[in-house]
């Protein structure tokens, strides 16, 4: 008769554990590989290729020193694999001063958005990451990017008003270095008299 009640806890422990391994597995699974994407429409792709590399190389953090940085760059497919350690110290009002150390691994790729035909940069996490935490760091190399980058600039083609003329460009202003003096401009000129009537 003992050996029901051991039999039964045992079969009740086996299923609470083979429970919280489903729950984990399913924690970790949607934790990993987390995606951020962001289309840079108006830059050319060697434009971007080359804001993705150097942003890759000389990482910027306000709170963060680098420790290590592992720049893997593949020209042909359009691919940086990143390897990187950051470290600090956190300091808060009430607790002693705190070393902070943290690893990633994230895989940054130019493509194309097939809705719009723009370029795209994805930034993956290649580990096991907090959502949030990724698209913050995602965000930064964004951000980073875009510093490099700068303004889109404007087309080169001459402006068209409505009936197909182009409009020229505007005259520059003579200045004092050139030598040129502004022109005055001509006097009203006087209405002409009107004949008396006879």
Not at 9 to 23: G, K, P
Not at 115 to 123: C, E, G, N, Y
Request: include cysteine.
């Amino acid at each position: 008769m003992p050996l029901v009640p051991c039999f039964s806890s045992l079969i009740s422990r086996s299923a609470a554990t083979a429970s919280a391994v489903v729950s984990a597995t399913v924690l970790l699974t949607s934790l990993g590989c987390t995606t951020r994407s962001q289309v840079f429409d108006g830059y050319g792709d060697d434009q971007l290729w080359t804001a993705m590399v150097a942003t890759a190389r000389s990482p910027e953090y306000d709170d963060w020193k680098v420790s290590d940085n592992q720049v893997f760059v593949d020209d042909a497919s359009r691919r940086i694999e990143i390897y990187r350690v950051l470290k600090r110290t956190y300091v808060t009002p009430w607790s002693d001063p705190r070393r902070e150390d943290l690893e990633w691994r994230f895989q940054v790729v130019l493509s194309r958005d097939s809705a719009d035909d723009a370029p795209l940069v994805d930034f993956t996490a290649r580990q096991i990451a907090v959502p949030a935490h990724v698209w913050s760091e995602a965000d930064r190399y964004f951000a980073q990017m875009r510093s490099y980058l700068g303004p889109i600039k404007a087309s080169e083609q001459p402006v068209m008003v409505d009936d197909g003329v182009p409009v020229p460009p505007p005259l520059d202003e003579p200045s004092a270095s050139t030598g040129g003096s502004p022109v005055e401009p001509a006097p009203p000129s006087e209405p002409a008299a009107e004949p008396l009537p006879e």
